[in-house]
C-alpha cells in the first residue's frame, strides 16, 4: 500500500479530518491533501510529526518492514484503533466489500466513496466484531 494510503488509512483510524491534520501540522489543507492523493511527498521531519499527530509510527505510514521491539508501537497501533491481527490491505478489502453493501441496499450511490467520518465508523466496527471473535463471542 503507498504512503498515501497509509496516511489516510491513519487518519481516519484517529477520527481526524484532513484540515485538523493540516492544522496540528502548520501545514494548509492543500499541502496535506496532495500527501493523501500521493501529488506531494513530506520530508522525513514532516512525516516524523504526521506519525506522532496520528499515533503511529514512520514505519507504518511508510511500510519500511522495520520492526520495533518495543511495545510501542503495538500501544500507538492499538490507541488508533487499528487491529493489530488485521493488515491494512484486509482493512481496506472490509471497507470496500462495506461500500459495495451499502450500495447494494441503496444507501449509497453506486461509485460515491464513504465520507471519512463513515469509513472512521467502518473501521472501528470492524475492529469491534474482531474483539468480540478473538474474544469468542461471535
Known sequence: MAFSEQLKL??????????????????????YCGYETGKRQPDVEKIKRL???????GDFLLETGFTETSDSVASKR?????????????????VAKVTSLLEAFG???PGDDLSDEDTAFV????????????????
Open 107 to 109: 444507501m449509497i450511490e
Open 123 to 138: 473501521i472501528g466496527l470492524i475492529h469491534t466484531i474482531q474483539t468480540y471473535r478473538n474474544k469468542g463471542k461471535l
Open 78 to 94: 492499538e490507541s488508533a484503533s487499528i487491529p493489530t491481527d488485521v493488515s491494512p490491505e484486509a482493512l481496506n478489502n472490509m
Open 51 to 57: 506519525a506522532a499527530i496520528l499515533d503511529t509510527t
Open 10 to 31: 491513519a487518519r481516519l483510524a484517529k477520527g481526524l479530518t484532513q484540515q485538523q491534520v493540516a492544522e496540528k501540522m502548520g501545514i494548509s489543507n492543500s499541502t
